[in-house]
């Protein structure tokens, strides 16, 4: 049974960084990977941060490229996120997503597999 679970949110100040981590069991990383953030604020739709493939191929929401760096350690099974240059507007309760089904999608429906989340809080 795959379970994931996040870690690394907390509350910072606008223009801080944080970095969060989502630790994979039972997931089998192979060549069909897909592995993805997604965050939801308060009466908002969960929306993707990130994605990316077993190739390393990375796709990302328009409002964080150039902050956020998503990556991957398959050898310790781990998922991060580097958040940098935060804004009050990214505050939100981020989830860690995978699935395997041979190509990536930054779309909620795709992923099967959730984690718990991690709330990210940036004041201003």
């Known amino acids: 049974q795959v379970q994931l679970v996040e870690s690394g949110g907390g509350s910072v100040q606008a223009g801080g960084s944080l970095r969060l981590s989502c630790a994979a069991s039972g997931y089998t990383y192979s060549s069909s990977n897909c592995m993805g953030w997604f965050r939801q604020a308060p009466g908002k739709e969960r929306e993707g941060v990130a994605t990316i493939d077993s190739d390393g191929s990375t796709m990302y929401l328009d409002s964080v490229k150039g902050r956020f760096t998503i990556s991957q350690d398959s050898a310790k099974n781990t998922l991060y996120l580097q958040m940098n240059s935060l804004k009050p507007e990214d505050t939100a309760m981020y989830y860690c997503?995978?699935?395997?089904?041979?190509?990536?999608?930054?779309?909620?429906?795709?992923?099967?597999?959730w984690g718990q989340g991690t709330q990210v809080t940036v004041s201003s």
């Open positions: 997503a995978a699935d395997s089904r041979g190509y990536c999608a930054i779309w909620r429906p795709y992923f099967k597999y």
